[in-house]
């Protein structure tokens, strides 16, 4: 039997194990939403950490701490930025809407901490919410901590993620520069592109989503902090918030600021909703690469077969010899989970009601675990797929050159009408493009070599 010790709140008095850090009220929370097992973030938690140990410093600077206390939170509040503590912190994302147990819970965690850090100097003891909280709310702590780890995690994890796969995919694109190949619309064949020409699209498509993601920081960073209950910034010591998040603006490098409008700030999710739905949208960018990427692969005898993927794992227990494409496959999960994410995003921020969101911790649970989850997805597809990418370059020439719809070249020398006569008779007999138009008379041999050059198709125009 684990030992436990008694603590007391304000509804009395509570059994706790005797090793936790946490108090009567986390216990309390603990006990009320045995949910899902799902625990806050690492992101989440660092953000809480370096919140409140931003909160006790300019709490002493400005007289409302004492400073030895002030830096026993800090130092308790640090470690819990380092992870140290992770272990104290058992509540349920699935708890009170507003996110309270878990806010109390980093305020028992580094209060207790503190006193140990203090060694129980009597006279010395420090409180929850009396010092760890002081100049805050639950209902400003919370929507801040989620502004600052996903600010965070875009910055830190996600954006270089992406920078670096879309240059992974800028050097496969200068690699297969001169491999010509078949266009693909509607999944049935167009005129001729280069494997570069689409490998440089995909890097495009990344690029252009990191690109969306920076724009939506400036958003994340605007900080509901010093709106305390209800956004009137009662018991907020004058200047406090906005000292402390200067604070945090220099601990983190990113441009936090106070929020404009404190009640629009902790009413409402909306930066949180533009932030998901950017990160929704790289999903879909990575998505659609994977997928292409899969079926280019397809084969290795009978599918596409253009380009070759790396050999990472036996791909059946029955079909020996089969590989499969691991790696996009795990990035179109990925992206399945993501869009799922969104939605709940998105219901969750719906739920502002008056003065409050009521929840948000499943709304931070979901938004932090897509950037998570793309981030890690990205690392995977460029080291593990992009890199070992090689063309299958006779595979390509062969298609290309069995390719009919070459012919479009042709219309602005022979018109549409006979084009779509030349496209079809090919089609049923097996013939070249170039021989039925040699037959039927329509353009001597020495226009057709110069009109039917595949590699001019690709750079447009007219031939």
């Avoid at 030895?68 to 992870?83: K, L, P």
């Avoid at 220099?250 to 409402?268: K, N, S, V, W």
């Avoid at 739920?351 to 932090?368: D, H, I």
């Avoid at 090689?390 to 050159?401: D, H, I, K, M, Q």
């Amino acid at each position: 039997m684990e030992q436990s010790r008694v603590e007391r709140d304000s509804m009395g008095d509570v059994e706790v194990p005797a090793g936790a850090y946490f108090g009567a009220s986390t216990q309390r929370a603990v006990d009320n939403f045995p949910i899902s097992g799902i625990r806050f973030s690492r992101r989440f938690i660092w953000a809480l950490g370096l919140i409140k140990g931003s909160a006790a410093t300019v709490a002493a600077d400005q007289g409302h701490l004492p400073v030895e206390e002030a830096q026993a939170i800090r130092d308790a509040a640090d470690e819990v930025m380092e992870g140290t503590l992770d272990d104290h912190f058992p509540i349920d994302i699935f708890q009170t809407g507003s996110g309270t147990s878990t806010n109390t819970n980093a305020n028992e965690v580094i209060a207790r901490r503190a006193r140990e850090l203090l060694g129980e100097i009597e006279g010395r003891r420090v409180h929850p919410n009396d010092h760890v909280n002081v100049g805050q709310s639950s209902n400003d702590v919370i929507p801040t901590a989620i502004h600052v780890a996903a600010a965070a995690a875009i910055s830190d994890d996600l954006v270089p993620e992406l920078e670096g796969l879309a240059e992974a995919l800028r050097v496969k694109s200068d690699e297969f520069g001169h491999v010509v190949k078949s266009g693909r619309t509607h999944l049935m064949d167009a005129t001729p592109v280069t494997l570069g020409q689409e490998f440089g699209g995909y890097a495009t498509q990344i690029a252009k989503g990191a690109e969306r993601l920076r724009k939506v920081l400036p958003e994340l960073e605007e900080l509901p902090l010093g709106g305390t209950a209800v956004g009137t910034g009662i018991n907020a010591p004058e200047g406090f918030a906005e000292a402390v998040i200067g604070l945090l603006a220099e601990r983190t490098g990113l441009a936090f600021r106070e929020a404009d409008d404190h009640f629009e700030a902790q009413a409402a999710k909306d930066a949180t909703v533009m932030a998901s739905g950017a990160i929704k949208t790289v999903a879909v960018s990575m998505f659609k690469i994977a997928n292409d990427l899969r079926w280019l692969g397809s084969g290795p005898t009978s599918g596409i077969a253009e380009i070759r993927l790396p050999d990472l794992q036996p791909g059946s227990s029955i079909m020996p010899g089969k590989v499969n494409p691991v790696i996009p496959e795990m990035v179109m999960q990925v992206v399945a989970q993501v869009v799922g994410n969104d939605a709940t995003v998105t219901w969750a921020a719906a739920n502002g009601n008056f003065e409050l969101n009521v929840m948000m911790p499943v709304l931070v649970q979901n938004l932090l675990q897509s950037i998570e989850l793309l981030t890690a997805a990205a690392s995977g597809l460029r080291n593990r797929c992009v890199a070992g990418i090689t063309a299958n370059e006779e595979r390509a020439s062969e298609l290309v050159e069995r390719n009919v719809i070459v012919v479009t070249a042709l219309n602005p020398h022979i018109g549409y009408d006979n084009g779509a006569l030349v496209a079809k008779e090919a089609l049923a007999t097996g013939r070249s493009v170039r021989d039925v138009v040699l037959d039927r008379g329509l353009l001597s041999e020495d226009e057709l070599d110069a009109v039917l050059d595949l590699r001019r198709m690709t750079e447009g125009g007219v031939l």
